[in-house]
């Protein structure tokens, strides 16, 4: 939900090799051994496993949720604020009835005097269970169960509460995209999750959370909002927050066809408006790489990437053009208006971005030839004012100079007013850092 900008964050350096580091912890946690057979059960899983068999007899097996925090098809945490943890386990019946039914069930267990017990068990309405994660959405464990169907490509959620030994559904929903996010700043768990309304024809945002102000109400939603028709799949949330109340929350789509685009909607309070700003697409080809939302330059402010065809390639099918990439943000000082700050041309393997100079804009467009891009006037006479190449090595030539590491500049356009100078030069040219 953070925003995650990709360059000249050097203070991000660290965070990313945290993350790299741990995660390499997660896939590397475990002998090859382990990969081979099923993981040995701890004495608590056991003691668990068996006074679930006492229940459901012997023609079950284990299911382990496919990603998320909870792995384990053994769930111990403390679902109802009574100080000793539970268990749920999630398993299949071997032979399961011939109703239709996937035979795909949770079974919540608690302990009595140190002994585990089986307390109730549930159907789970799916094939299979993608994740598991509890909430707190009003001071009260909720336990989300997502599950997918086989060749249905919106997943379910199911969200339970657990208490005196009763489990209830409180929600059920399907999703194409979900994030948890404190909204509303209270301390308290939101869902954002986009839905598609087969009748309407479009998706829709909705938060779902707990309306304030009760004592420990039932999650439902709070708002929704409709979103552009051509949104076909969400890949990204970010959020800019504008202060205690409000947000700025950017929604990156794929429209097909290697087209995408940017929504903005405004959470004020958990209730969700858009924000005009209509004519943020984008392409992405082997020239220009797939981006995303986010705050290119570090001033706080979420920018939204748009696509132009560089002066010359107006008519160019789209694998042949090369795009200049626009950055907007919203105006919140005025109305919310999307404004352009930057036009940039970014590399094709996102190593570096070049922020185009005023006076070069409109009348500037890009050649490529091999590894090597130049930036030239778009006149008769074709003056080359810049050339950047990504290599560890300087391409041949004169006039290469090293920039960085992995990119080599070559700046000695002559004496036309327009060429830059050394400094603008590294005004200009930005290198990500990871
Ligand atoms: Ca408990
Ligand atoms: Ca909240
Ligand atoms: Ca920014």
């Not at 707190?136 to 657990?162: M, T």
């Not at 949104?231 to 959020?239: F, K, N």
């Not at 000695?412 to 990500?432: I, R």
Request: aromatic share 12%.
């Amino acid at each position: 939900m953070k925003k995650r900008p990709l360059f000249k964050l050097k203070r991000i350096t660290g965070v990313w090799a945290a993350v790299c580091f741990l995660s390499g912890c997660t896939v590397f946690d475990g002998s090859p051994e382990s990969l081979l057979f099923p993981p040995k059960l701890t004495e608590t899983q056991t003691a668990v496993y068996n006074a679930l068999k006492l229940s459901t007899g012997d023609h079950i097996e284990l299911v382990y949720p496919a990603g998320g925090e909870y792995r384990s098809a053994f769930v111990l945490y403390d679902l109802d604020g009574e100080k000793t943890e539970e268990a749920i386990v999630f398993y299949r019946e071997k032979n399961p009835s011939e109703n239709g039914d996937s035979g795909l069930r949770m079974n919540f267990l608690d302990q009595e005097d140190g002994a585990w017990i089986s307390v109730t068990d549930r159907p789970v309405a799916g094939t299979k269970i993608e994740s598991v994660s509890f909430y707190d959405f009003s001071g009260e464990v909720s336990i989300g169960v997502v599950c997918s169907v086989l060749a249905q490509s919106e997943k379910s959620l199911s969200l339970l509460k657990y208490s005196g030994g009763q489990v209830e559904e409180q929600f059920k929903t399907s999703f194409s995209f979900m994030e948890t996010d404190d909204l509303d700043n209270d301390g308290f768990d939101e869902l954002f999750y986009v839905s598609y309304d087969n009748v309407m024809g479009y998706s829709h945002a909705r938060v779902l959370g707990a309306a304030s102000g009760e004592n420990a109400p039932v999650p439902e939603v709070l708002s929704t909002v409709p979103l552009y028709p051509d949104v076909s799949s969400v890949q990204r949330l970010s959020r800019q927050k504008l202060n205690e109340n409000e947000s700025l929350l950017f929604l990156d789509y794929a429209k097909g066809d290697n087209a995408f685009g940017t929504q903005i909607l405004l959470s004020y309070k958990n209730n969700l408006t858009q924000v005009l700003s209509d004519g943020l697409g984008r392409r992405s080809n082997s020239f220009t790489p797939l981006l995303f939302s986010t705050d290119i330059d570090g001033d706080g402010r979420i920018e939204a990437p748009s696509t132009t065809a560089f002066l010359g390639y107006e008519n160019r099918t789209v694998p042949e053009q090369i795009y200049s990439v626009e950055w907007y943000y919203a105006d919140t000082e005025n109305n919310n208006t999307v404004t352009r700050k930057f036009i940039t041309y970014v590399s094709s393997g996102g190593e570096y971005i070049f922020y185009v100079p005023v006076r070069w804009q409109g009348l500037v467009t890009v050649e490529k030839n091999g590894d090597i891009i130049s930036f030239v006037k778009y006149d008769s006479e074709s003056l080359v004012l810049l050339s950047i190449c990504v290599s560890d090595l300087s391409p041949e030539g004169t006039g290469w100079k090293k920039f960085s590491e992995g990119i080599y500049v070559n700046n000695s356009g002559g004496s036309d007013p327009m060429v830059l100078t050394d400094d603008e030069l590294k005004n200009c040219l930005s290198v990500k850092t990871t």
